[in-house]
């Protein structure tokens, strides 16, 4: 093998690839959100709600996770678009993040909320908390954090999952890469630099949510529990 690495032609690029990690981070932070309140909502529904609304969530929840985010991607930016409903190729793109991670999420926060043992609700009824109390501190935060390390990898997946929308035209991390990797002929070189970055985000990421979880669930904090 005569081939001689060139990292210096990729790296000229490097305000292109900070913008394309920026739209990751973006991308993530708000599929993050919002696919935590969707998938929320969803498990209480699931397994509080009634009969009709329990088989509405299953029903979204199995055709979501068995079919690819790539396919609901087309479907939702340029399905809609044949439709005659245009969105923005940003808003198109984190709605389908947000329905594929809130359906994931649903079943992660189902897990937690059916460990809690009712009689940890007796007994919170019993000392005169309200209903809503009861499901904020009995029920709710302490299913987040039986489940909170399940949610930290699936949002970091998330974040490696988003690279899939490059090929519906999002402009991400990935999609710039190919653009790099296109004028430069650089391909090892690029895929290198590519990792390199999606290691630092997954790093950053992490960190941000164990910083999060020692905010959030003092009681592990103090027990000094691996969130």
């Given at each position: 093998?005569?081939?001689?690495?060139?990292?210096?032609?990729?790296?000229?690029?490097?305000?292109?690839?900070?913008?394309?990690?920026?739209?990751?981070?973006?991308?993530?932070?708000?599929?993050?959100?919002?696919?935590?309140?969707?998938?929320?909502?969803?498990?209480?529904?699931?397994?509080?709600?009634?009969?009709?609304?329990?088989?509405?969530?299953?029903?979204?929840?199995?055709?979501?996770?068995?079919?690819?985010?790539?396919?609901?991607?087309?479907?939702?930016?340029?399905?809609?678009?044949?439709?005659?409903?245009?969105?923005?190729?940003?808003v198109g793109?984190?709605?389908?993040?947000?329905?594929?991670?809130?359906?994931?999420?649903?079943?992660?926060?189902?897990?937690?909320?059916?460990?809690?043992?009712?009689?940890?609700?007796?007994?919170?009824?019993?000392?005169?908390?309200?209903?809503?109390?009861?499901?904020?501190?009995?029920?709710?935060?302490?299913?987040?954090?039986?489940?909170y390390p399940?949610?930290?990898?699936?949002?970091?997946?998330?974040?490696?999952?988003?690279?899939?929308?490059?090929?519906?035209?999002?402009?991400?991390?990935?999609?710039?890469?190919?653009?790099?990797?296109?004028?430069?002929?650089?391909?090892?070189?690029?895929?290198?630099?590519?990792?390199?970055?999606?290691?630092?985000?997954?790093?950053?990421?992490?960190?941000?949510?164990?910083?999060?979880?020692?905010?959030?669930?003092?009681?592990?904090?103090?027990?000094?529990?691996?969130?």
């Amino acid at each position: 093998m005569s081939y001689t690495f060139d990292f210096s032609s990729v790296l000229t690029y490097w305000p292109l690839l900070l913008r394309g990690a920026w739209t990751t981070l973006v991308l993530t932070f708000w599929a993050t959100i919002a696919g935590f309140l969707v998938g929320t909502l969803c498990a209480v529904a699931r397994t509080g709600g009634p009969q009709w609304l329990k088989t509405i969530v299953g029903g979204y929840v199995e055709v979501i996770r068995n079919t690819p985010l790539l396919i609901q991607s087309y479907f939702l930016i340029f399905g809609l678009a044949s439709a005659g409903l245009k969105l923005p190729i940003m808003v198109g793109a984190v709605i389908a993040l947000v329905v594929n991670v809130g359906a994931y999420t649903t079943e992660v926060m189902r897990a937690g909320i059916e460990s809690i043992k009712p009689g940890q609700i007796e007994a919170a009824e019993c000392i005169g908390l309200s209903r809503s109390q009861i499901f904020l501190h009995v029920v709710l935060r302490p299913a987040m954090e039986r489940v909170y390390p399940s949610l930290t990898s699936l949002y970091v997946l998330l974040m490696l999952g988003s690279s899939v929308l490059s090929a519906v035209g999002v402009e991400e991390l990935f999609g710039i890469s190919n653009r790099v990797q296109s004028q430069t002929y650089r391909n090892f070189e690029v895929f290198v630099v590519l990792g390199a970055l999606y290691l630092a985000l997954t790093g950053m990421l992490r960190l941000g949510f164990h910083m999060l979880g020692l905010a959030i669930f003092t009681r592990r904090r103090k027990l000094g529990t691996p969130l």
